[in-house]
């Protein structure tokens, strides 16, 4: 038993959340996530134009094959927006920091 309890220990599996620690659930709209999508598109829309970069010059350095998702998710159209990953090449191309593109 005190083999098992050394293991534990060591990849920490024994521990758990301090007594009384609370998580607090955040309600988000729908209108205050569009806002904040609209703004990352309209960040990487800036700093892409900034260096001269086109739609499908940045498209085909972060991997798509045509516009279409860099220009609807500069704008939010279709509810389309970029993921985590994509902002992460984006800033790479880019060659600027990704807190310039997530307010």
Same mark, same amino acid.
């Given at each position: 038993?005190?083999?098992?309890?050394?293991?534990?220990?060591?990849?920490?599996?024994?521990?758990?959340?301090?007594?009384?620690h609370?998580?607090?659930?955040?309600?988000?709209?729908?209108?205050?996530?569009?806002?904040?999508?609209?703004?990352?598109?309209?960040n990487?829309?800036?700093?892409?134009?900034?260096?001269? #970069?086109?739609?499908?010059?940045l498209?085909?350095?972060?991997?798509?094959?045509?516009?279409?998702?860099?220009?609807?998710?500069?704008?939010?159209?279709?509810?389309?927006?970029?993921?985590?990953?994509?902002?992460?090449?984006?800033?790479? #191309?880019?060659?600027?920091?990704?807190?310039?593109?997530?307010?």
């Open positions: 038993m005190e083999h098992l309890f050394k293991i534990l220990s060591t990849i920490n599996l024994y521990k758990t959340l301090p007594i009384g609370i998580i607090n659930l955040v309600d988000f709209t729908d209108e205050e996530l569009e806002i904040f999508y609209k703004t990352i598109g309209e990487v829309r800036r700093e892409r134009k900034k260096k001269n #970069v086109t739609q499908m010059q498209a085909l350095a972060i991997g798509h094959n045509s516009v279409g998702h860099i220009a609807k998710a500069e704008l939010y159209k279709y509810e389309k927006h970029f993921s985590l990953e994509q902002l992460y090449k984006i800033a790479k #191309v880019l060659e600027i920091n990704l807190h310039q593109l997530i307010p």
